[in-house]
């Protein structure tokens, strides 16, 4: 009960750097990644892959086994992952309300409306010959 500080500014912590991480790269410059994300989308995937996984649940319990790192620290990391994996749905209704933000604006011309597509649109243009037919 006492650690409920450190662990809910371990979840935040965990949760806004693997976003920005992710997003940021997600940024890189369309020259070194033509198919890159658009914006909308990098903000999607950012969030919903910004929570903890399964695989910290392996590694942190070898640690522990290996005293690499002590009991409680590693009671401490395990509830951190634990609460990020749980407000992962959350996480995607946030995520979808921004992306839907920034695709607004798009849309109407704002600042962000580079006339990207989305992947879907893509694929769909690929396909089609100047006609509207599949080729």
Avoid at 52 to 80: C, D, M, N, Y
Wanted: charged share 20%.
């Amino acid at each position: 009960v006492s650690e409920w500080p450190t662990i809910l500014t371990g979840a935040v912590a965990l949760v806004i750097l693997k976003a920005l991480t992710l997003l940021a790269a997600t940024r890189v410059p369309r020259w070194l990644e033509p198919n890159r994300l658009p914006f909308p989308e990098g903000i999607r995937l950012a969030a919903l892959l910004s929570s903890g996984g399964e695989f910290a649940f392996v590694v942190l319990a070898l640690a522990e086994k290996l005293k690499a790192l002590p009991e409680e620290l590693g009671g401490v990391l395990t509830a951190i992952v634990l609460i990020t994996m749980a407000v992962t749905p959350l996480l995607g209704d946030v995520a979808g309300a921004l992306a839907d933000t920034f695709e607004g604006e798009a849309r109407g011309g704002g600042v962000r409306g580079s006339g990207e597509q989305n992947g879907a649109a893509a694929a769909l243009d690929a396909g089609l010959n100047g006609e509207g037919r599949c080729e």
